[in-house]
């Protein structure tokens, strides 16, 4: 068989349902493949969803991955596989055998129905892994309420075979005799994504992790947690008092080579600390002490900085730059940390509790995949990886994503997923929509004009409603109800053969609305909008009354009074079902085309890996070359090629029939909305048109550059040189910087001060990787690093233990006193500066001075106006979301990649081009998209033009349109309401919460039937 | 735009205490620009009012209802039908709308129902500013575009007075001194030698001073 002929599958395997695993599904199931998705745990979610808060927005953790989950344990195309593992897999790229091991749950997932009976009767304790140990659990379980699926497991260990949950389990979803089970799957490509573990502090024993007032950080999170062992009440386990000390130490089992055998840096810890040190303070009722010591403080992401000066400044937050070595247990559970000052002072310090800030190591799960698969693992034993195909393993075919390839935070992790999301499958895009399954849905029924016919379902769940609220009750009660012409109650009305029978009720007693009076519509609102359908009814006609969670689960020591508000929520929500309406979403044609404004190594990834999908890609450039910045690069900070990388790159680009490149090229005019955009592009000198272009997506890439530093004399000496004037001389003339024999490197010239609070993310391994160089040509030059914090994080520490092997000097200043730059008569340079240990100025006269010089984003404010997308205070573009939403902008069909987003090394750029590309092509690659449903409809009679909309919206979408009224674009409205709630004319309705129907919701919720009747 | 604030709820619930039915009338022009009187304010408003009698015990009938402008005769006359059914009419238009409905229904009475503040538009949502004090005779020419007769507070012509301090006017010390930014611009566009040029006494008859004002367009109103 030639490769041609070679058989490409339309279906791919994840391994791993941590956060990253879930995107990497997501974005392939939402771009035409069938997606199985593995995990070892019963459910999926990884360690993100243990997390309480996400730094740096302090946003909840579980209310952003929330949603992710519910689409992941709902989507049509992805098959959760839980409690299993990939055993081996055989065949190559684009066929592969995969042979998964299923490992009994003692619980059938398709016919468990969450309810928790058989939890409630578990006599049996075990210990709560998801609480890292802080509580227990029963034996029969879930890891956390919003788990998907949605589906309890026994713990066998700990089971002692009572037989309680078979009896009492009305579902029969109990199965003792689950055995473990092989499955085969045929994929055409393998992402893995098994995630990390923390280090176990047990290894060591100076950190006296015994202690119970000794937490690691992951454990820490669960304190904080509203829904860990102490439901987020803030109090330290040995004697459950709120503390009024606690102290961070970093890089336990990171960055040591002595105790813990990790070299590298974990990356997130110094960050994951700062938060934690903030929430515990806003979740103590007192003053509360925090202190972190630390050896960098390492904030080198987006807003990372601003957020560590905001602990430090506005919080209060102690900040003590000392490695401890070892905790002391003292009296009353207290602790006592023993440290150097930088004065060189040794201080004893008292603390009710301290955490361990953890690092990553990989999940066990890595090292038997690789052996299992015959893939390389680096010195720290995570997946090998290179720079220039960040997400390829050393096997054809299977990628990686996530912590499981080095330690890095979410929005990476996210990164990363979707950029293996794209590559995996784009050599599968011969085979998109062959392997994915298609809903065969009735035509839906007209019922305009017709009087409402209500149907009322009122759930049991099992005795979750039923075993306190008097159901029988509540359905004799909903009869009476205006309307309402059939009533009926389930013992659990999301089960199969419910929702069969209620598609028969519906069409026999031609129901036209109908109500469940069950549990949550955030996990079964669509399930039941899905029967409905079937039953030929809009998905749209339905109304939920949530009489578990917000009824009999909260008041449960008041079964009358539970009653009595069941009846309150189905009246109200019959109520409303009276005025609600049909709403159709429209298809809007899709144009299989996508748009890259900027032609450095971003912008030409994402056009290839556009083109590579399948899809038209218009490549535009402003300059007449393409490859920016790249071009004055050398090597990646693991040393490959970037000017052989580049040329291949640029070749390929051009060379690739389905890109076509415009140089000398902006954008003048851009319209349309997701799917279907057009834009104008004009010649760049003469202003003449080079084309009218339509797209369904588009890509800014548009790019960075380096600071031209102000001071050091730079510009009017030869000796005084920034990174890629360095880099410059050593391919144009070596033989100027290798006769210097001292060489002095300034970090942060530019970056971390007020103009510009953020840090450059490269510069330090810049420096480091340059001054390896150098002391290797000539291992007798002097080299000083004068530096802030040493920001080498990840794998990228190996070049700072290099460094400083090697003899390289490395003197801290700060930032109040930083290095001074002297021209003597002579002309001579010296540069003085105050070591920190000898704790007096030094001064050296180097031979060359290098800056460490900023990353600043490049000025483009007429594009990104154009394109409407949000820009921060210090230019760099805005993503839709800090965490999860990494490389989409609010406005749907908008993506991002570069340092216009923000400074990261070449690596992280591709990763993210690539990943633009997977969001990208999750729209280009439909033939249409839905759009309409809850969204906001503007009545232009009534709009007064006020502008309050367009103010007011958090998505940037309404704006005043040419007819002279506000314009709000269905397919881009995320239907969140504020505009409807803002607009002072009412000329705004939200559909589906219309005025009408809430208010008669309301007025249901107040009717009193003794002063009506 | 005329910008207004709604008067305190308790002021218009006095003004209609013993009226037994009500009707609300919003302004779709400037006050539903500035949030205080369009359809909504008028809604709430109407609610306030109902919750607050019910709560009394004195229960009332309230309708509301919105005008196009309340300040042209053609949209007063669209309520020809409604306003002889109420004990009282409450606009909530700038000062202009109660006075063109009690012209045109002489039987009726109407009611304020916000306080009519200043020309100015919005800074940002929710905010806004002077900016125009309708003298009559505008000289916005002379300061770059920066009105002194309305934003300082002694509307002088050459300023600033010695009551100006770190960018700030002495009346309090989150108003900006027009002044200090009129000098401040002149010096960056580098026509500082503009502020030598004298500028005569006002004429303020063309301002309030001069009594009531009226336009006449001849071709117009011919």
Redesign the interface.
């Known amino acids: 068989m030639t490769l041609a002929e070679k058989r490409k599958l339309g279906s791919v395997l994840v391994v791993g349902a941590g956060v990253a695993g879930i995107q990497a599904s997501l974005d392939m199931a939402n771009s035409g493949f069938y997606v199985h998705l593995v995990d070892r745990s019963p459910s999926v979610g990884g360690i993100m969803a243990q997390l309480d808060k996400t730094f740096p927005t302090n946003d909840c953790a579980m209310c952003v991955i929330s949603p992710f989950l519910v689409e992941v344990g709902r989507h049509l195309n992805i098959h959760v596989i839980p409690c299993s593992e990939l055993e081996r897999l055989d065949g190559e790229k684009g066929d592969f055998k995969a042979t998964i091991v299923n490992h009994p749950r003692y619980i059938d997932t398709e016919k468990c129905t969450g309810c928790g009976q058989c939890r409630q009767v578990c006599p049996v304790v075990a210990i709560n892994e998801f609480n890292c140990g802080l509580d227990l659990r029963k034996a029969t379980y879930i890891p956390y309420p919003q788990a998907v699926p949605l589906a309890y497991a026994i713990d066998r260990n700990a089971c002692i075979g009572c037989g309680m949950c078979e009896k009492v389990c009305l579902a029969g979803a109990v199965t003792y005799d689950d055995k473990t089970k092989i499955t085969e799957l045929e994929v055409g490509s393998v992402i893995l994504a098994p995630g990390g573990e923390m280090y176990d502090p047990k290894e060591a024993d100076s950190w006296s992790y015994s202690h119970p007032n000794v937490v690691t950080s992951l454990e820490f999170e669960r304190i904080l947690s509203a829904s860990g062992p102490y439901r987020g009440h803030l109090m330290r386990p040995y004697d459950r008092e709120e503390p009024e000390k606690i102290a961070w130490l970093q890089c336990v089992g990171s960055r040591d080579i002595n105790r813990a055998k990790n070299s590298h840096c974990s990356s997130v810890c110094c960050m994951y600390a700062i938060k934690q040190t903030m929430i515990a303070k806003e979740h103590s009722a007192h003053e509360l002490d925090t202190a972190i010591f630390y050896m960098d403080m390492r904030t080198y992401g987006k807003d990372f900085d601003k957020y560590y000066s905001r602990a430090k400044e506005e919080r209060g937050v102690r900040f003590i730059r000392s490695r401890v070595h070892s905790i002391e247990p003292v009296e009353n559970g207290n602790l006592r940390l023993r440290y150097v000052k930088e004065s060189g002072e040794s201080v004893e310090e008292i603390f009710n509790m301290v955490v361990l800030s953890v690092g990553f190591k990989p999940s066990s799960g890595v090292e038997t995949i690789a052996k299992k698969l015959g893939l390389t693992l680096n010195e720290q034993h995570f997946f090998r990886t290179g720079d220039i195909r960040p997400v390829a393993t050393s096997r054809d075919g299977v990628y990686v994503c996530g912590v499981s390839h080095g330690p890095k935070d979410i929005p990476q992790s996210v990164m990363e997923a979707s950029a293996a999301a794209s590559v995996a499958t784009s050599d599968l895009s011969s085979a998109r929509w062959s392997a994915t399954r298609t809903p065969q849905l009735p035509p839906e029924t007209d019922f305009s004009k017709m009087v409402p016919r209500i149907g009322v379902f009122v759930c049991n769940c099992g005795i979750n409603i039923g075993g306190v609220a008097d159901v029988p009750a509540i359905r004799e009660y909903a009869k009476t109800l205006p309307h309402v012409v059939h009533v009926e109650d389930n013992l659990f009305t999301c089960s199969q053969d419910t929702q069969e029978r209620m598609k028969q009720v519906i069409r026999e007693k031609n129901i036209n609305r109908v109500v469940v009076a069950s549990c949550s519509p955030r996990t079964h609102e669509p399930l039941f909008q899905e029967t409905i359908r079937e039953a030929g009814l809009n998905k749209y006609l339905f109304e939920m009354a949530n009489i578990r969670d917000q009824n009999t689960w909260v008041h449960k020591n008041n079964p009358d009074l539970a009653t009595a508000k069941a009846k309150d929520l189905v009246r109200m929500a019959v109520a409303k079902a009276e005025y609600i309406e049909p709403l159709h979403q429209v298809k809007l044609d899709v144009k299989p085309a996508v748009l890259i404004v900027g032609g450095g190594v971003a912008g030409m990834e994402a056009a290839l890996g556009a083109a590579e999908q399948g899809f038209q890609a218009y490549l535009v450039e402003k300059t007449d070359t393409l490859g920016g910045m790249a071009h004055q690069l050398r090597k990646t900070w693991q040393g490959e090629d970037i000017p052989a990388y580049l040329e291949r790159l640029i070749k390929d680009v051009t060379n690739h029939s389905k890109i076509q490149i415009f140089l000398n090229t902006k954008p003048v005019h851009f319209t349309g909305t997701i799917g279907s955009f057009t834009t104008t592009l004009n010649d760049i000198h003469t202003g003449n048109p080079n084309g009218i272009i339509e797209h369904g997506a588009a890509i800014l890439a548009t790019g960075g550059r380096e600071y031209r530093p102000e001071g050091y004399q730079y510009g009017n000496r030869p000796d005084v040189m920034t990174h890629l004037d360095l880099d410059q001389a050593m391919k144009d003339t070596p033989a100027t910087v290798m006769n210097a024999d001292t060489i002095v490197f300034i970090q942060c010239v530019g970056s971390r001060n007020s103009d510009r609070p953020y840090c450059s993310r490269v510069c330090c391994t810049h420096t480091l990787k340059n001054a390896i160089e150098l002391k290797k040509i000539k291992p007798g030059m002097n080299i000083f690093v004068m530096y802030r914090d040493v920001r080498s994080y990840g794998f990228r520490e190996s070049l700072y233990q290099e460094a400083r092997a090697l003899g390289v000097h490395f003197i801290r200043f700060d930032p109040e006193n930083p290095p001074q730059m002297n021209i003597a008569e002579n002309n001579i340079l010296t540069i003085t500066v105050t070591d920190h240990i000898l704790q007096r100025p030094i001064v050296i006269s180097p031979d060359l001075v290098v800056l460490a010089a900023a990353v600043l984003p490049n000025e483009n404010k007429e594009l990104f106006e154009l394109f409407k997308v949000p820009v921060n205070a210090e230019g760099f573009l805005v993503e839709a979301h800090a965490k999860l939403r990494p490389v989409d902008f609010g406005s749907e069909g908008l993506f991002l990649a570069g340092l216009a987003h923000y400074p990261k090394s070449i690596d992280e750029s591709i990763a993210q081009a690539r990943a633009a590309v997977s969001r990208a092509v999750t729209i280009v690659s439909k033939d249409g998209i839905m759009v309409g449903g809850v969204v906001a409809a503007v009545n232009p009679d009534?709009c007064?033009?006020?502008?309050?909309c367009v103010?007011?919206c958090p998505y940037g979408i309404p704006f005043i349109g040419n007819e002279g009224h506000a314009v709000i674009q269905q397919a881009e409205c995320h239907g969140c309401g504020v505009c409807v709630s803002e607009?002072?004319?009412?000329a705004i309705t939200l559909q589906h919460f219309t005025d009408q129907q809430l208010i008669a919701k309301t007025r249901a919720l107040f009717y009193q039937p003794a002063m009506n009747e | 735009m005329i910008v207004a604030d709604r008067k305190p709820l308790v002021e218009i619930q006095e003004m209609v205490a013993n009226s037994r039915k009500i009707l609300v009338i919003g302004c779709?022009?400037c006050v539903?620009?500035?949030?205080?009187g369009?359809?909504?304010?008028a809604?709430i408003l109407a609610s306030s009012l109902r919750i607050g009698r019910n709560k009394n015990g004195k229960p009332m009938e309230i309708d509301e209802t919105?005008l196009e402008r309340q300040c042209d005769p053609e949209y007063i006359a669209q309520l020809k039908d409604k306003v002889g059914n109420y004990d009282a009419v409450i606009s909530m238009a700038c000062g202009v709308g109660p006075q063109f409905l009690s012209e045109a229904y002489p039987e009726q009475k109407f009611f304020p129902a916000v306080n009519t503040k200043f020309f100015g538009g919005?800074v940002?949502?929710g905010i806004w500013e002077e900016r125009c004090a309708g003298c009559g005779t505008c000289v916005i020419h002379h300061y770059d575009g920066l009105c002194p007769i309305a934003r300082c507070s002694k509307s002088l012509q050459h300023g600033p007075c010695g009551g100006s301090s770190k960018g700030k006017c002495e009346i309090a010390n989150d108003v900006v001194c027009i002044w200090d930014l009129i000098v401040r611009k002149k010096m960056e566009q580098g026509r500082l030698d503009d502020l030598r040029l004298f500028q005569p006494a006002k004429d303020w008859r063309t301002a309030r001073d001069g009594g009531p004002r009226r336009s006449i367009r001849e071709e117009l109103a011919s």
């Open positions: 009534r007064a033009v006020c502008c309050t103010r007011a607009c002072p004319g009412k | 779709k022009g539903t620009v500035c949030n205080v369009g359809l909504k304010e809604e919105v919005a940002q949502h």
